[in-house]
């Protein structure tokens, strides 16, 4: 049995897959990887099924020791990536030898990065997922130092290609593609929301990305209209932008509770959603009509 042990975790390592769909009519939320089209990258590069268990690191700071030959592959963030001390880079299957660790540092720009091992990490499935919920606590907890992993059983034929050129150019605004959400009419002016720029709060996380404006955007706030009853409370969806009283939109990631009483005034396309789980506090952000 092919095994790997967390050496160091950084601020927040979690195992994370595709998510448990199918229960949010019983009040648990899908879960899954924050970034869907990294993770099921990762798990193409050394072979596994898309929906494979990996590990969803979060600023860097993994360190992962293969106790056993294991083909490998992080993706993500643009992170210093190294085995044994050799920097491989994102995007990129290696074989880490036994013995040897797998490093994940820092990000030079998003959050998050993907560490697949061929063959999956096999933890105990909770509801047909491996994923760790922050928000509800279901799952596996969050990894630690010295837990021991399992990795085997969900390879498929080997890999096509062991690179996929990282896209390393940067924006100094991130712009998202945003459709129409369910509940606009419900704000005096929803198309505020594509007004200006918005910045990413610090606390963002796996439930969801908290936005403000930027500091001397004169960029109207958003408002609820004040002719209407109150809101009864509704399910969301992932990728919903949802507009508290305060006008500051959140953007639901991951771990996003199921239901929501403030308004949806649109929702993220996915590959937008995977461009918003790797916004740090400070990124600039405008919201592009779909």
């Not at 994940?104 to 760790?132: I, K, M, Q």
């Not at 990413?200 to 004040?226: E, F, I, K, Q």
């Not at 929501?260 to 590959?271: D, E, F, I, K, R």
Request: with cysteine.
């Amino acid at each position: 049995m092919t095994r790997a042990t967390v050496i160091a975790t950084g601020p927040l390592a979690t195992i994370q897959d595709l998510g448990r769909p199918g229960y949010q009519h019983l009040g648990v939320p899908r879960s899954g990887a924050a970034d869907r089209v990294a993770m099921t990258l990762a798990n193409r590069l050394v072979g596994n099924s898309e929906d494979a268990a990996t590990i969803e690191t979060t600023l860097g700071g993994l360190v992962l020791r293969c106790d056993t030959d294991t083909l490998v592959a992080v993706t993500g963030a643009d992170a210093s990536v190294s085995v044994n001390g050799v920097a491989v880079g994102v995007n990129s299957a290696v074989v880490a030898r036994a013995g040897t660790n797998v490093e994940v540092g820092t990000p030079h720009w998003g959050c998050r990065n993907y560490v697949a091992a061929r063959g999956g990490f096999d933890v105990e499935p909770s509801l047909g997922s491996r994923s760790t919920d922050t928000l509800s606590g279901t799952g596996p907890p969050p990894l630690a130092q010295g837990d021991e992993l399992r990795v085997g059983g969900a390879d498929q034929t080997w890999p096509a290609t062991l690179h996929a050129p990282a896209d390393t150019r940067r924006v100094g605004v991130v712009e998202l593609t945003t459709f129409p959400g369910p509940r606009a009419n419900r704000l005096s002016e929803p198309g505020d929301l594509f007004a200006g720029t918005w910045e990413v709060t610090p606390a963002s996380n796996r439930v969801g990305v908290r936005l403000r404006r930027r500091d001397g955007d004169t960029a109207p706030t958003l408002t609820h209209r004040t002719d209407l009853p109150e809101m009864p409370s509704e399910g969301v969806a992932h990728g919903s932008v949802q507009v508290p009283p305060a006008g500051e939109p959140v953007i639901f990631l991951a771990d996003h509770p199921v239901t929501g009483g403030y308004p949806v005034v649109g929702v993220l396309s996915a590959t937008s959603v995977s461009a918003a789980a790797q916004l740090v506090a400070g990124t600039l952000v405008r919201f592009q009509p779909g």
